[in-house]
């Protein structure tokens, strides 16, 4: 297509007006904020006067009916991404959805199978792909750097939040209106760039903590142990209630090791496989010569983040240009994170990936019959990029 894509943004919740923001100040070549929808009359009154000129709509319907825009960005409760996604791209529009994709496995398929059908482009927010620092270990992995991939531990308990964070909307981590905890809202992101990375597992094993440091429904820490079909293995383990966290990202090969922490990615490579030096050594303690060097991003390689995934998004509907992340890789992740809960669930027993998306949404039915939404005021938005959505490394 030619000229701006007019872009559209559905709900105007913290993340959704920053995205508002960045497209109406001009952030993105291409695309100019067209319209705004949402079902607070609070947030619509202060879309007039903050994005003057750009549509208002109460209804997402009256929005991708009006003619008025050539794309969205959905970022609307979890629980309600593939349903107004799917009917977004079935009415001809492009769409950018929040992450997760939707709070199911059967969801995810659902609206994949949706934008197979209509042909336009689908895209999901996973800001932190544009990490060069993940980009970059990203790279090693496919180069062989590495060799084959021996294990992967991530500690990721970072994502601190307080009471008052999860008392700021009545569906936050409760099972009807988030559907999930720390996997499904916060973890989301590296649990994508864990499968990115290192592949999707074939059985997952997990320990979902209900509650264990906050007054909520849903989990807020877990630890999954990751089987892969060619024999290693991954610990992934997250909370929101540890002070001060860790991100810690390392993956062992037959060729060496990476770690990403602090802002700095170190890389150990073996002269020799270390599966060849073990078979064939014959010293019982043998030494590997090993190379050694670091990479900390420089200024001109910042993280370009939601920015950066809404102008590829552009660029793709304008000219073809690559994604970050196409919309149909969201269900990855989930298909982690749906295996985690059925294992907690079950006993903590294995999980065999694929899962069983009926046996999912019927366990979660159950967890949502019992569930209550909470009687809680919305919180302030700033409608700025909080540091929240970045990678932070403290």
Request: contains cysteine.
């Amino acid at each position: 297509m030619s000229g701006k894509v007019r872009l559209g943004v559905i709900g105007l919740g913290n993340i959704g007006t920053a995205h508002a923001a960045g497209v109406y100040s001009g952030g993105i070549c291409g695309m100019e904020l067209a319209a705004v929808c949402d079902i607070s009359p609070t947030r619509l009154e202060y879309a007039e006067s903050a994005f003057a000129g750009a549509a208002r709509f109460e209804s997402y319907s009256e929005l991708l009916s009006s003619g008025c825009c050539d794309a969205v960005i959905v970022s609307v409760p979890h629980r309600l991404h593939a349903e107004i996604a799917a009917k977004a791209l079935e009415k001809g529009l492009h769409v950018l959805c929040e992450k997760p994709e939707d709070i199911s496995v059967s969801r995810a398929k659902s609206l994949n199978d949706a934008a197979d059908k209509s042909g336009r482009v689908f895209g999901i927010m996973f800001n932190q792909r544009m990490n060069p620092l993940f980009k970059r270990l990203k790279e090693l992995v496919l180069n062989g750097s590495l060799g084959r991939i021996k294990s992967s531990n991530w500690i990721i308990t970072n994502w601190y939040r307080t009471d008052c964070y999860y008392d700021s909307g009545d569906w936050r981590a409760t099972w009807s209106g988030e559907g999930g905890g720390v996997l499904l809202n916060q973890a989301v992101h590296n649990l994508d760039i864990w499968q990115w990375i290192c592949g999707m597992p074939c059985e997952i094993t997990a320990f979902c903590d209900t509650a264990r440091y906050h007054n909520i429904e849903t989990e807020d820490a877990a630890t999954i142990f990751a089987r892969y079909p060619d024999g290693s293995t991954g610990v992934f383990i997250t909370s929101t209630g540890e002070y001060p966290g860790t991100n810690r990202l390392e993956i062992s090969g037959e060729r060496g090791k990476a770690v990403i922490e602090g802002g700095t990615l170190r890389l150990w490579t073996l002269e020799t496989s270390e599966r060849q030096v073990c078979h064939e050594s014959r010293e019982s303690f043998a030494k590997i010569r090993t190379g050694y060097t670091e990479y900390t991003p420089g200024e001109d390689e910042r993280e370009t983040a939601h920015m950066g995934v809404i102008q590829a998004f552009a660029d793709a509907i304008l000219c073809g240009a690559p994604l970050v992340a196409d919309g149909r890789e969201g269900i990855n992740e989930l298909m982690i994170s749906n295996a985690a809960y059925i294992s907690q669930w079950k006993g903590n027993l294995p999980i065999r990936l694929p899962i069983d998306p009926e046996e999912f949404d019927r366990l979660l039915g159950e967890k949502i019959a019992a569930s209550k939404l909470k009687s809680s005021a919305r919180g302030t938005i700033s409608g700025d990029y909080s540091e929240r959505w970045s990678v932070n490394w403290q």
